[in-house]
Each structure stands twice: as C-alpha cells, then as structure tokens.
C-alpha cells in the first residue's frame, strides 16, 4: 500500500503478557517513529530509527519497551510484562528524511486487561 | 521550559470566522515547522510545513514563522465544522548527532455553526 501500515489495529491482552506490534513504513522512508498516545493526551515519543539504527531511544519508558528495524523496513515494537498503564494507541509515522513530515499509519489500539 | 508549547484550549470560534493557533518553541537552531490536524480517534494528518520566514499560504490555511522570535502560528480562514479538531505543531531541531522532531501538547479547536 501507498501508507504506512500498522497491525494489529486491536489488540487486546492480559496483564503481565508480551505483545509485539508491527509497523511497515511507506517504501523508501528512511526515517521511523514510534509514539504513544493515551486517551486525550498528546503524543509521547518513544523511539526513533535512522535507517536500522536507532539515534534516538530516550522516550521508551521501561526496560519493558524495546523495538528493532531491520533492512532498513518493518519495524516492531515489543512491550513485555504488559501492565495496565501500558493501554494506550500505539503510533508509528515514517518520513523520507528526519527533516521532512511524518506520514502517521492508524495506529494499534492495545488494551490490557 | 518545554521545548514546544501550544495552547491547549478549546479554541472555539464561529463558523466562517478565522481561527489562529500558536506555537511556540525553545531551540534557537530548529528549522523546520509542521502542523498536524488530528480528529478524535484518528492519526495526525499533516496540513503544511513551513522551513523560512514568512508566510506559507496552502487554500485557507496559512503558516506563518518568525525565527526571531521563535513563533509559528496557523491561520484557518472560512472555518467551517469540519475543522474541529486538534492541531498539533512539531519543531525539528538538531541534536549533537541526529534530527529530533518534538510535537507540542496540541491546541483543540472547536467550530460552532
């Protein structure tokens, strides 16, 4: 597809399980962004990749969070021990350089039970 | 001091009016501006980036930056219904090593018909 795409787009777990959501960016972005939005707040920025690198890791808020990139492509973002407050929806945007707009897929909406 | 800052609203305003948001920022060295519009529960959109000074006109929407004073604003002329949402402006600035894209807290606009 022309966008970026997320999955699941739900996903609904019990506490203390791992979860692992996905996030395909548009072809050709070299730029990947993982944020998390709760209900009525504003985005929290977790992680940022750089091709498969990751520069920018200073918003994950646990050693629970932890996410990859490989081939410079897909990436996940796997949350384990899942706690209450960890319910929130997952976005991912992608750019085709740092300095140009991110393009937001529609997100995971991860509900822990 | 946070690094992006916006109202936060609501912002209400007739319809047909204009509604102005604003944003303001902290890194003397940031260079390029966006706003995002995002309805309730969906993902940011991006409406328009702006990279100098001045005044960036896109149908009813203009942006307009003054580094100087390190303030970026959107104008929505002709408001109509449709524009309720919450409008979200992201700095990039550079890091030692790397672009960090910092989104603000995000301004809810509501218009009334």
Known sequence: GAGVSQSPSNKVTEKGKDVELRCDPISGHTALYWYRQSLGQGLEFLIYFQGNSAPDKSGLPSDRFSAERTGGSVSTLTIQRTQQEDSAVYLCASSFFSNQPQHFGDGTRLSIL | ?113
């Open chain 2, 1 to 113: 001091q946070k690094e992006v800052e916006q109202n936060s609203g609501p912002l209400s305003v007739p319809e047909g009016a204009i509604a102005s948001l604003n944003c303001t920022y902290s890194d003397r060295g940031s260079q390029s501006f966006f706003w995002y519009r995002q309805y309730s529960g969906k993902s940011p959109e991006l409406i328009m980036s702006i990279y100098s000074n001045g005044d960036k006109e896109d149908g009813r929407f203009t942006a307009q930056l003054n580094k100087a004073s390190q303030y970026v604003s959107l104008l929505i002329r002709d408001s109509q219904p449709s524009d309720s949402a919450t409008y979200l402006c992201a700095v990039k600035t550079v890091k030692t090593s790397y672009d960090k894209v910092i989104f603000g807290p995000g301004t809810s606009l509501s218009v009334i018909p």
